[in-house]
């Protein structure tokens, strides 16, 4: 674990022993030196309670009045507490008889913390085994002894500053070695020596990077915390230069109501590439970074309000700018969700290969995540079932029933989430077989709200289904059926489930009790004032919409002269102010279209139609 060649720390955390030798050799101008070493590489010097406490004594030897070490540094010291029970744990992790003092480990605690939120973390200790420790548990962070710290400070300070923490240095490395030498009979010598001698030669400094040309991950990250309202070191805001300004709109992306999004957007990018035209390569790639994640949502957004509302050509386009956007920064989540939904797109417009291919991808990208596989395995399964693939279909039912068995509760939340994206897309005979293994899954671990959801779903779909997908629906439950297995009184649960299905299902195929030949109040029929639209039937210049109530089930309200577009690859709910009349269907369409009355309105204008916004995506 030594000091790599091309690291460049944003923390030291600092041992007792480097402030000793601060204390003996430390000249007048040392702390200014210090701090203005660590301004200018955006390094701050860090410690914990523990460090205090052994220094506390010890004095500046070569200042006048030979001030308190503390009182000396205290404005250049960052002191972070360390709660007793992660030095217990680490103490633990490393082994009592080779584990370091308490104070040694809080500083491990620290240096571990620190690197695991992203900054580049040196432990600077002559302790060597502190070193070798961390080496054998994998600690995250590198190590130098005192006099590499002090040598690392002198080539990236002021160069005022060099000459007189050079000589600091050497002083302290002679006063190393010689300690070293002393202990030749406690400890591996040699082992020490070339880790001082390593750690020295390792860490001679890489050139500069030009501000213009950061291409750092750092400073993406800088300037996407910026563009957050996140506090960010001054020298990085300075090497970003213009790109805070000409970025920070599009973090009000997040922000901007669903209605306005979309010409949002558009001045937001106009904007941004007005800005970065002028700006050199290598920082508009910073940017570009930047930017992606919040670009990607906004994308991805957007192509779920078209996919609801029916639109999915450019629900795929808006998909696949989120994907690229999520490239851009490796978000595997995001990724994922892209190529789902642009999947289900694809499935939407009866694409089916390209539909399994994106699905397929998407578990990909699921299994690395360990999320949501079951849905992506099962949308594949269907996806080359629809292509007439059995073989592949067959084998991602059996990987999903690998997913499924022993994780039922969960495997019922994601199972629900594809069956609901189904429905959303106009699918309702693949939402059915999909709903129907959620359930079973709901019922084998007896969650009642979730059951109750999923049996509302259903039926739901059930009552989309028209003659024509009868075959289909056969053919996929013969496939879906294997997802899940279930036995004994959760079996006997479920097919009661199913047995209440079927006669609500019965129930609402018959004819309303009431017909009204004269005008009445909406809600003396539609208490809850709206209907989900199922499609439409155009007769002529008329259209009869195909509506669904979870208290009615199936109702046509006849629209003459409308001009109200209805897709059955969305979902809409329609909301009704006007009195209406109600009357029995004909026949032909109560077998077609499960339809239980006919409703006529006084005032077709009052109509109010919108999509149904997705719970779940």
Request: include cysteine.
């Given at each position: 674990?030594?000091?790599?060649?091309?690291?460049?720390?944003?923390?030291?955390?600092?041992?007792?022993?480097?402030?000793?030798?601060?204390?003996?050799?430390?000249?007048?101008?040392?702390?200014?030196?210090?701090?203005?070493?660590?301004?200018?590489?955006?390094?701050?010097l860090?410690?914990?309670?523990?460090?205090?406490?052994?220094?506390?004594?010890?004095?500046?030897?070569?200042?006048?009045?030979?001030?308190?070490?503390?009182?000396?540094?205290?404005?250049?010291?960052?002191?972070?507490?360390?709660?007793?029970?992660?030095?217990?744990?680490?103490?633990?992790?490393?082994?009592?008889?080779?584990?370091?003092?308490?104070?040694?480990?809080?500083?491990?605690?620290?240096?571990?913390?620190?690197?695991?939120?992203?900054e580049?973390?040196?432990?600077?200790?002559?302790?060597?085994?502190?070193?070798?420790?961390?080496?054998?548990?994998?600690?995250?962070?590198?190590?130098?002894?005192?006099?590499?710290?002090?040598?690392?400070?002198?080539?990236?300070?002021?160069?005022?500053?060099?000459?007189?923490?050079?000589?600091?240095?050497?002083?302290?490395?002679?006063?190393?070695?010689?300690?070293?030498?002393?202990?030749?009979?406690?400890?591996?010598?040699?082992?020490?020596?070339?880790?001082?001698?390593?750690?020295?030669?390792?860490?001679?400094?890489?050139?500069?990077?030009?501000?213009?040309?950061?291409?750092?991950?750092?400073?993406?990250?800088?300037?996407?915390?910026?563009?957050?309202?996140?506090?960010?070191?001054?020298?990085?805001?300075?090497?970003?230069?213009?790109?805070?300004?000409?970025?920070?709109p599009?973090?009000?992306?997040?922000?901007?109501?669903?209605?306005?999004l979309?010409?949002?957007l558009?001045?937001?990018?106009?904007?941004?590439?007005?800005?970065l035209?002028?700006?050199?390569e290598?920082?508009?790639?910073?940017?570009?970074?930047?930017?992606?994640?919040?670009?990607?949502?906004?994308?991805?957004?957007?192509?779920?309000?078209?996919?609801?509302?029916?639109?999915?050509?450019?629900?795929?386009?808006?998909?696949?700018?989120?994907?690229?956007?999520?490239?851009?920064?490796?978000?595997?989540?995001?990724e994922?969700?892209?190529?789902f939904?642009?999947?289900?797109?694809?499935?939407?417009?009866?694409?089916?290969?390209?539909?399994?291919?994106?699905?397929?991808?998407?578990?990909?990208?699921?299994?690395?995540?360990?999320?949501?596989?079951?849905?992506?395995?099962?949308?594949?399964?269907?996806?080359?079932?629809?292509?007439?693939?059995?073989?592949?279909?067959?084998?991602?039912?059996?990987?999903?029933?690998?997913?499924?068995?022993?994780?039922?509760?969960?495997?019922?939340?994601?199972?629900?989430?594809?069956?609901?994206?189904?429905?959303?897309?106009?699918?309702?005979?693949?939402?059915?077989?999909?709903?129907?293994?959620?359930?079973?899954?709901?019922?084998?671990?007896?969650?009642?709200?979730?059951?109750?959801?999923?049996?509302?779903?259903?039926?739901?779909?059930?009552?989309?289904?028209?003659?024509?997908?009868?075959?289909?629906?056969?053919?996929?439950?013969?496939?879906?059926?294997?997802?899940?297995s279930i036995?004994?009184?959760?079996?006997?649960?479920?097919?009661?489930?199913?047995?209440?299905?079927?006669?609500?299902?019965?129930?609402?195929?018959?004819?309303?009790?009431?017909?009204?030949?004269?005008?009445?109040p909406?809600?003396?029929?539609?208490?809850?004032?709206?209907?989900?639209?199922?499609?439409?039937?155009?007769?002529?210049?008329?259209?009869?919409?195909?509506?669904?109530?979870?208290?009615?089930?199936n109702?046509?309200?006849?629209?003459?002269d409308?001009?109200?577009?209805?897709?059955?690859?969305?979902?809409?709910?329609?909301?009704?102010?006007?009195?209406?009349?109600?009357?029995?269907?004909?026949e032909?369409?109560?077998?077609?279209?499960?339809?239980?009355?006919?409703?006529?309105?006084?005032?077709?204008?009052?109509?109010?139609?919108?999509?149904?916004?997705?719970?779940?995506?």
């Open positions: 674990m030594v000091l790599a060649r091309s690291m460049l720390p944003s923390a030291w955390v600092v041992d007792s022993n480097c402030f000793i030798h601060l204390g003996s050799h430390g000249y007048p101008e040392l702390v200014k030196d210090l701090a203005s070493a660590c301004k200018q590489m955006g390094a701050q860090h410690v914990t309670p523990g460090v205090h406490d052994e220094v506390s004594t010890v004095r500046m030897q070569k200042w006048k009045g030979k001030p308190r070490l503390l009182d000396a540094m205290k404005e250049i010291l960052v002191t972070t507490s360390i709660p007793g029970d992660q030095v217990k744990g680490l103490a633990q992790r490393i082994g009592e008889n080779a584990s370091p003092q308490d104070v040694d480990l809080s500083l491990m605690v620290l240096a571990t913390r620190m690197a695991g939120s992203g580049e973390v040196v432990l600077v200790s002559d302790d060597y085994k502190m070193t070798t420790t961390g080496q054998r548990v994998h600690l995250p962070f590198k190590t130098c002894p005192p006099s590499t710290f002090i040598q690392r400070l002198s080539e990236l300070g002021p160069k005022s500053t060099r000459p007189r923490l050079r000589s600091l240095s050497r002083k302290v490395r002679s006063e190393e070695m010689r300690y070293a030498i002393s202990r030749a009979g406690q400890y591996d010598v040699q082992s020490k020596l070339t880790w001082m001698i390593d750690s020295l030669l390792q860490s001679k400094v890489p050139p500069p990077i030009p501000e213009s040309a950061p291409d750092d991950s750092s400073l993406v990250t800088a300037l996407r915390r910026h563009m957050a309202g996140e506090r960010v070191k001054k020298s990085r805001l300075n090497a970003l230069g213009s790109l805070t300004e000409i970025c920070a599009v973090q009000e992306l997040l922000a901007t109501p669903r209605e306005e979309a010409s949002a558009e001045v937001t990018m106009v904007n941004l590439g007005i800005g035209a002028p700006v050199k290598e920082l508009g790639a910073i940017a570009h970074r930047a930017v992606a994640p919040i670009l990607s949502r906004v994308e991805a957004a957007l192509g779920l309000m078209a996919k609801e509302a029916g639109d999915h050509a450019t629900a795929r386009r808006n998909l696949v700018r989120s994907l690229h956007h999520a490239t851009l920064v490796d978000d595997d989540e995001a994922m969700n892209a190529l939904h642009l999947g289900l797109a694809d499935l939407a417009s009866d694409k089916f290969q390209r539909s399994a291919e994106l699905f397929e991808a998407a578990a990909a990208e699921a299994a690395r995540l360990k999320s949501s596989e079951t849905r992506m395995v099962l949308a594949a399964a269907i996806a080359r079932q629809l292509e007439g693939t059995e073989d592949a279909a067959s084998k991602h039912v059996s990987h999903a029933h690998s997913l499924v068995e022993g994780n039922e509760s969960e495997a019922a939340v994601e199972l629900e989430k594809l069956g609901e994206s189904l429905l959303a897309i106009g699918r309702p005979v693949l939402a059915i077989e999909v709903l129907d293994e959620a359930l079973e899954c709901a019922t084998e671990v007896g969650d009642v709200e979730l059951s109750i959801r999923l049996t509302e779903s259903i039926a739901r779909s059930q009552a989309a289904v028209t003659g024509d997908d009868e075959i289909q629906l056969q053919r996929m439950r013969s496939l879906l059926d294997k997802v899940n036995g004994g009184a959760a079996a006997e649960n479920f097919a009661a489930e199913l047995q209440a299905l079927e006669e609500r299902k019965a129930w609402q195929e018959e004819p309303l009790d009431e017909v009204w030949n004269d005008w009445q909406s809600t003396a029929l539609i208490p809850q004032g709206s209907l989900e639209v199922l499609r439409g039937v155009k007769q002529d210049d008329s259209m009869l919409l195909i509506c669904y109530s979870p208290d009615l089930g109702l046509g309200l006849w629209l003459p409308s001009d109200i577009e209805a897709n059955d690859a969305s979902r809409h709910e329609i909301i009704i102010s006007s009195r209406v009349k109600v009357a029995h269907p004909p032909a369409l109560k077998n077609e279209h499960k339809v239980r009355g006919i409703v006529a309105l006084e005032d077709v204008s009052s109509l109010t139609i919108k999509p149904v916004e997705s719970t779940r995506d």
